[in-house]
């Protein structure tokens, strides 16, 4: 092995940092060989005069006010903390009232939506009895047939009014009212059935 | 406070314990105030800088994990501020600055009382000071905390972030720079440059 190599040794062992089986492979390298023994001297020497050189020696008096200023610090530092953990607890409340407005803001509109759109008419009486009268268009006859029917429909359900013959059923709001959508689709029925015959 | 450990100290200073912080700060006031003052050669720096590495430690000690023990964690910050220090500043302090700026009493060394021994070893310790300044920055680190500190280089290592290798392989290479630097003064010339 070349001397360089036990130069590093040297080193770690002025640390207390080498193993037992270098330090044994060292210290016989160092009974033969004259120039480590040299350079562990130099380094020895490096290392006692290092560890004794001067060293800046602060008054206790100094080290009292250092701790006073210190603490001094702290105590401003936590002030501090103290007001941004504030701040911060405000603006979430901020935040969080925000955000359950807009929700409520939100669910206010679709709900809004939801409504009116209930509003529209699923079936529109007025629309079926315009097609079929439509249908029927000048045929008198059919038109008849067609009343006739609408007629003995609604006293039957019992409404308990007396229509005058050929009324119009359209001119007469109670009859719409009166009719449900179960009625409705009777009457189509009917209806059909005596445009076929 | 004194009896409690560090570990105990840690803990109560992170539950909000001001007391315990100050007093893990005077354990290791002085020993930071040296590593520090061994880069800035300036006590208005070393001063700062010491204040801004506890002041670092105590807003950061609810996020320490204490994986480390507390002294290589604060040595670590230490080290992470005078290196940000020194790279803002890029200054290197001559000798002359150093004892312009240096009012506190000096641990001499003892025994010698020959003039001539003294003498010479006066001038081995200023020439051994001039050769640490000049030492490149990472060499210089490992050398500080090592032989100054007193650190292993398994904690050097963990301060500076780095392997134990890494420690051992520029504390080998610092030495060797300073023996060829102070060869005339010292016995024994080590190896001869080839």
């Keep these: ?197 | 406070m004194d009896a409690f450990s560090d570990e105990a100290l840690v803990r109560k200073a992170q539950g909000g314990n001001n007391e315990a912080f100050t007093e893990l700060a005077r354990r290791y006031q002085e020993r930071i105030y040296h590593t520090i003052f061994r880069f800035t050669r300036n006590h208005g720096d070393t001063d700062d800088l010491t204040q801004e590495t506890f002041m670092y430690a105590f807003k950061s000690l609810k996020g320490f994990r204490r994986k480390s023990s507390f002294f290589t964690w604060v040595y670590r910050i230490a080290v992470n501020h005078t290196l940000n220090f020194l790279k803002k500043k890029k200054q290197e302090q001559g000798r002359e600055e150093f004892f312009e700026n240096y009012s506190y009493g000096r641990e001499t060394e003892s025994g010698d009382s020959s003039p001539d021994v003294s003498s010479f070893n006066k001038e081995l310790r200023e020439k051994l000071e001039d050769a640490i300044e000049s030492l490149p920055l990472s060499y210089k680190m490992s050398f500080v905390l090592v032989v100054f500190q007193g650190l292993t280089h398994n904690q050097a290592a963990k301060v500076l972030r780095c392997s134990e290798n890494t420690v051992s392989w520029r504390m080998h290479k610092a030495r060797k720079m300073l023996q060829a630097g102070l060869r005339p003064w010292l016995s024994g010339g080590g190896h001869e440059v080839p």
Aim: proline share 2%; aromatic share 10%.
């Design chain 1, 1 to 197: 092995m070349k001397c360089h190599k036990f130069e590093r040794w040297i080193s770690d062992g002025i640390d207390h940092a080498l193993n037992e089986k270098k330090s044994k492979l060292l210290r016989v390298h160092l009974e033969r060989c004259f120039s480590c023994r040299s350079y562990e001297e130099s380094l020895g020497n490096i290392q006692h005069f290092a560890e004794n050189l001067d060293r800046p020696q602060a008054s206790p008096e100094y080290w009292k006010g250092f701790r006073s200023r210190l603490k001094e610090r702290m105590r401003l530092e936590e002030a501090d903390r103290g007001r941004v953990q504030a701040s911060r607890l405000e603006w979430k409340w901020a935040w969080g009232a925000i955000l359950v407005l807009m929700v409520g803001l939100t669910f206010s509109w679709l709900s809004l939506r939801r409504a009116s759109a209930h509003d529209l008419p699923l079936f529109s009486l007025e629309d079926s009895l315009d097609r079929y009268y439509q249908k029927i268009g000048d045929n008198a006859e059919l038109e008849y047939a067609f009343n006739a029917v609408i007629e003995n429909s609604i006293i039957e359900s019992g409404t308990g009014r007396v229509l005058e013959q050929n009324l119009h059923l359209l001119d007469d709001p109670l009859i719409w009212e009166s009719l449900s959508e179960e009625e409705l689709k009777l009457l189509e029925q009917e209806v059909k059935k005596e445009i076929k015959t």
